[in-house]
Nanobody, 121 residues
Framework: QVQLVESGGGLVQPGGSLRLSCAASGNIRNVNIMGWYRQAPGKQRELVARITKSGSTNYADSAKGRFTISRDNAKNTVYLQMNSLKPEDTAIYYC???????????????WGQGTQVTVSA
């Protein structure tokens, strides 16, 4: 069964940095687009950044210049380096991946369980 497991969240002061990781595991044939989303209390889940298998990226305006998404295709892992963090970045961060599961037909979207990021003094 395909799973996404995130790590790297935590409490950080404004201006600090965190690096999130998300690893896909299971009987995987291929991983297409991988991305990070976030959901703050009382708000809808929103895209933060995503990356194709070839490395093309796009970012939410709020993430541009501060966050960097990258991936290691050999490890089916995606990373989010977050710098210059602000209190408004506080949210649960979710990993999402478009995966071809060898035990299923075609591609499906899979989500991680989420990791809390809190930016506070």
């Amino acid at each position: 069964q395909v799973q996404l497991v995130e790590s790297g969240g935590g409490l950080v002061q404004p201006g600090g940095s965190l690096r999130l990781s998300c690893a896909a595991s299971g009987n995987i044939r291929n991983v297409n687009i991988m991305g990070w989303y976030r959901q703050a209390p009382g708000k809808q889940r929103e895209l933060v950044a995503r990356i194709t298998k070839s490395g093309s990226t796009n970012y939410a305006d709020s993430a541009k210049g501060r966050f960097t998404i990258s991936r290691d295709n050999a490890k089916n892992t995606v990373y989010l380096q977050m710098n210059s963090l602000k209190p408004e970045d506080t949210a649960i961060y979710y990993c999402k991946a478009d995966i071809d599961d060898a035990d299923d037909e075609g591609y499906s979207d899979y989500w991680g369980q989420g990791t809390q990021v809190t930016v506070s003094a």
